[in-house]
């Protein structure tokens, strides 16, 4: 509860830096006026306590699990718990409906949710982080399954293109390359999780990127992407798997080390 | 880039001026719709007269009659619906990320309010009323009373201006080269 109220109404200090550094060096006056508009609305939901976007997302965490912690309550009904919780409380939007009846579960949980991406680590500890993941951005992610002859980026870069403008940019761009179909995805969303990214190609084609001109909401700009991040798994010497998750400017997540 | 400040119902004098790329405040009702509001539309016609409206694309956060959070929602997945719902006398569609250019030609704008800043939109909205309560908080069709709603970016002119089409020729252009 007190992860995803933090990651509603207010966006970790790194992603303010960077909308901030952009705004300041934006050379067309709607992207400069959008970025800053963009910043004035996290002040003011921080002010508020209110959410930052209507679109509240669905939820989503990760959890790094202690191997030598044992649990003697159900971990996922535990989250599912806060996130009824935040939808009462914050309030958080209703969003979670069945995929055929449309039938929406009215508190953001039931069948498959909240989404608990679980890891094992080292120690007795246990650190939750809240990443709620609205549509807009969501709905234009995509997995490719290409060629091993094929250039991953050139898909990537095409993709961005014909996609951003509804994704909300400025974007975050998770890439999962390599592994199979659903773990190229995985993997994609697992890179959202650890932006941003700093190596060479990740800095080489965020640069590509920017240089596509779609600007904040896809009304042109220097400002297309925030950071980009790639994780990989081998795939098989017949495949390659691309999958991008788009991330809105609005990068929203917090992280509780629960004692 | 003009900066506008404009009052609705919009008249058809105040979308002529408009231009891609300008700057609008609206001041007074603006209608929320999004993908159920917009099928019911279609099967039996609108709760309410939409002549001179701003429609917005926007699935708000109420609480005990307050906006608390609303800002845009994708307008593509309302695109199907540009056309009858133009015929019908709104005059200027609000949203983010767009919609093909063509169904406004002679007829009315696109107005880009930035997405992702519900809390700040929220700050301009007051609830009138709702229609379509039905189909839920997000889906209903919120009846607003807004105060200088904006900073909006006219996207979509009525006379084929679109800044959409531009950045996504220029991006074509910059991946070809």
């Known amino acids: 509860m007190r992860a995803l109220q933090k990651a509603e109404t207010s966006l970790p200090s790194w992603v303010l830096q960077r909308i901030e550094d952009a705004a300041r060096q934006e050379t067309s006056q709607i992207a400069k006026s959008h970025l800053e508009f963009m910043l004035e609305n996290v002040r003011i939901a921080e002010r508020t306590r209110l959410p930052l976007c209507q679109d509240t997302g669905l939820p989503i965490f990760r959890v790094q699990m202690g191997r030598d912690l044992r649990l003697d309550f159900d971990l996922h009904e535990a989250v599912a718990e806060g996130v009824r919780v935040a939808t009462e409380q914050i309030p958080l939007r209703p969003n979670a409906v069945d995929p055929l009846t449309r039938k929406n579960s009215g508190n953001n949980t039931g069948l498959g949710m909240p989404d608990i991406i679980l890891d094992m680590v080292d120690g007795a500890g246990l650190t939750l982080t809240a990443f709620p993941k609205g549509a807009g951005s969501e709905n234009m992610s995509l997995v490719g399954m290409l060629n091993p002859a094929d250039d991953p980026f050139d898909f990537i870069l095409r993709t961005v293109a014909e996609r951003a403008a509804n994704a909300c940019p400025p974007l975050f761009l998770g890439i999962g390359l390599g592994g199979t179909f659903d773990l190229a995805a995985r993997l994609a969303k697992r890179a959202l999780f650890n932006m941003p990214g700093s190596s060479p190609e990740e800095l080489k084609l965020l640069a590509r990127v920017n240089r596509l001109g779609i600007g904040p909401m896809g009304l042109g700009g220097d400002t297309t992407a925030l950071g980009v991040r790639i994780e990989r798994a081998l795939c098989h010497t017949a495949s390659l798997p691309v999958a991008i998750n788009f991330q809105c400017w609005a990068h929203r997540s917090a992280t509780e080390v629960i004692r | ?177």
């Open chain 2, 1 to 177: 880039m003009t900066e506008y400040h404009l009052k609705t119902p919009l008249s058809g004098a105040d979308v002529e001026r408009l231009a891609a790329g300008d700057v609008v405040f609206l001041t007074g009702r603006i209608y929320t719709a999004r993908d159920k509001a917009h099928a019911r539309m279609r099967q039996s016609g609108s709760p309410i007269s939409l002549q001179g409206a701003a429609l917005y694309h926007c699935g708000p956060i109420i609480k005990e009659g307050r906006v608390l959070s609303a800002g845009p929602t994708t307008s593509g997945r309302m695109a199907r619906y540009t056309d009858e719902i133009l015929s019908s006398g709104v005059r200027a569609i609000i949203g983010k990320g767009g919609v093909p250019g063509e169904p406004f030609r002679g007829r009315a704008v696109y107005l880009a309010f930035p997405g992702g800043c519900g809390a700040a939109a929220a700050q301009q909205l007051k609830v009138c009323g709702v229609h379509l309560q039905e189909l839920g908080m997000a889906e209903s069709m919120w009846d607003f009373e807004a105060k200088d709603f904006g900073p909006m970016i006219v996207a979509v002119d009525k006379h084929g201006g679109d800044l959409y089409r531009d950045v996504r020729a220029s991006a074509q252009k910059t991946l070809t080269d």
